[in-house]
Structures are given as C-alpha cells and as structure tokens.
C-alpha cells in the first residue's frame, strides 16, 4: 500500500512538474513574441512620425499624337520614405498634363495599439494614387494597394507577419468611419492635390502633420535645362 502511494507522489509530483515546464516555457513564447512585437511597433510609429513625407515629379517627355490630337505628358514620380532615401522611381503617361496625385491622410489622437503605446497628435500619410480627370477618359494609375504595406514604410529586412496585419488594420480604419472612431482616429479622409505639370520645372509633393498635401513648382537650376540626363 505505501509503495503505491508512493508511486502516485511520485506520479503527482512529475505531473506538477511537467505543468511548470509546460507554463514556463509558454510564458517565455509570450513573452519574446511580446517584445518582438512591442519592437515592431515602435519601428513603424517612428516611420509614421515623420514630420512629413516628399515626393518629386518631373515631366520627362512630351509627345503628340496625330491621330487624337492630343499630346501625352510622361511624368516621373520619385518618392522618398521616411530617412529621405529615394524609393524606386515610376513613370506615368496621361494624354492631358492637369494632374492629381490622391493620399490617404490620418490623424490619430491618443490612439493605442496593443501594448498602450500611443501615436498621440500623429499623423500618417499614404500616396494611393495619382489620376486625370477627363469624364469617360478618366485615367488612374495605383501607388500602393489598398492592404499593401507602402513602400515608404515598409520596415528593412525580412517579411514580418505583425507588421502586414498592422497595416491591413490601418486600411480598415482609414476606410470604415465606424471603426475609426471606435479606434480613436480623430480624421481620416483623402486628399488629392494637383497642378498643370509642364517641362523645365521641379514638382515636390509635400505631406505635413499640421495640415494636408501642397505642391510647389521651382524652375530646374540652369545648368539642367534643355539637356538629357543618362
């Protein structure tokens, strides 16, 4: 009879101390899936706190077409993240030159994500799309996906599953009222300036925390114009 009672001691004891390892060690995965994400989250609120966001544009070529009558501008869009290193340029042509360029624009106050952390007063800016108004001719080009992680923020390195859901929430939130309110988003709409974008002048795009989007216009330095650069 004792040996029995040893044995199941014995077996309690084994059993408890399986369950400690067991709780140990998945409060460790927390834990380190915690820290992981809480380091996430402060690489992409400091990418969002950005005073502001630039983006050039220059008119590269211009070229008529006798059959339409019409003369179809190329632009070049270059964009810069956040540390203001240029992203990949891409190119655009419209059969007209009055431009628009359309950003999502939110502005958070006292917003908390997951661990508390606030993005109290900030604001976050995404180019969408740039497009020309022409009734039926309309023609729009996309610059970010909607769900997609935009370039300009995207964080370094490998594929971070945390990250994409982050910011497929924040499309949600930008693009359903109801849940930006209960998110605590104080705005959250589209703006989309635009301008007559001619050759021999400099175009930046700039998106700022206290207010919307605006595009200045500067001639191109002397030394540039009428030249082709390789």
Do not use: C
């Not at 925390?209 to 002397?222: E, F, K």
Request: aromatic residues 12%; glycine residues 6%.
């Amino acid at each position: 009879m004792r040996k029995v009672k040893t044995g199941i001691k014995i077996l309690h004891f084994v059993f408890w101390i399986a369950l400690l390892g067991a709780l140990l060690l998945w409060g460790h995965r927390v834990v380190t899936d915690y820290l992981q994400e809480k380091e996430v989250l402060e690489r992409i609120i400091t990418r969002l706190s950005a005073d502001s966001r630039v983006a050039e544009v220059l008119v590269t070529a211009l070229n008529y077409d006798e059959k339409s009558h019409k003369t179809f501008t190329t632009i070049k869009f270059l964009e810069y993240d956040v540390n203001q290193n240029p992203l990949p340029p891409r190119y655009f042509t419209f059969s007209g030159n009055i431009i628009q360029f359309q950003a999502l624009v939110i502005r958070f106050d006292d917003m908390h994500i997951r661990n508390a952390d606030a993005f109290k007063g900030k604001s976050a800016y995404i180019f969408w799309k740039v497009f020309m108004l022409d009734g039926e001719n309309t023609q729009e080009y996309e610059i970010t996906k909607v769900n997609e992680i935009p370039s300009g923020y995207k964080l370094p390195g490998e594929e971070i599953p945390f990250e994409r859901d982050l910011w497929k929430d924040f499309w949600h939130w930008a693009l359903d009222t109801k849940k930006a309110r209960a998110y605590g988003i104080k705005n959250a709409q589209i703006e989309a300036p635009g301008t007559m974008f001619v050759p021999g002048k400099l175009y930046t795009i700039k998106i700022e925390h206290d207010g919307g989007l605006r595009i200045d216009a500067d001639p191109l330095p002397s030394i540039l114009q009428g030249e082709t650069i390789p």
